[in-house]
């Protein structure tokens, strides 16, 4: 009995092609990997954002503070 077979030709492209697409679920896992870090990191800050808003808050009370310069402006007289 004959074993067909493809041509090597066809085996390397279809090996190599293969291998491409792996390498690109690859690289696609590690991107999500990434994503779900920087997810995590921003919720980390966004917490400690947040605790600061609210120590500022009891020191000075409801007002509002510009970011750049520092300066406060009272929310009841504006």
Do not use: H, P, W
């Not at 190599?16 to 990191?41: D, H, P």
């Not at 020191?59 to 520092?70: A, D, L, M």
């Amino acid at each position: 009995m004959k074993i067909n077979k493809i041509t090597n030709e066809e085996l390397e492209d279809l090996s190599a092609t293969r291998s491409k697409m792996n390498n690109v679920l690859s690289q696609i896992g590690l991107k999500e990997i990434e994503k779900n870090r920087l997810k995590e990191q921003y919720k980390n800050m966004n917490t400690y954002f947040q605790g600061i808003l609210s120590q500022l808050e009891s020191k000075y009370g409801k007002v509002q503070i510009n970011i750049e310069s520092g300066e406060i402006i009272d929310s009841e007289k504006s």
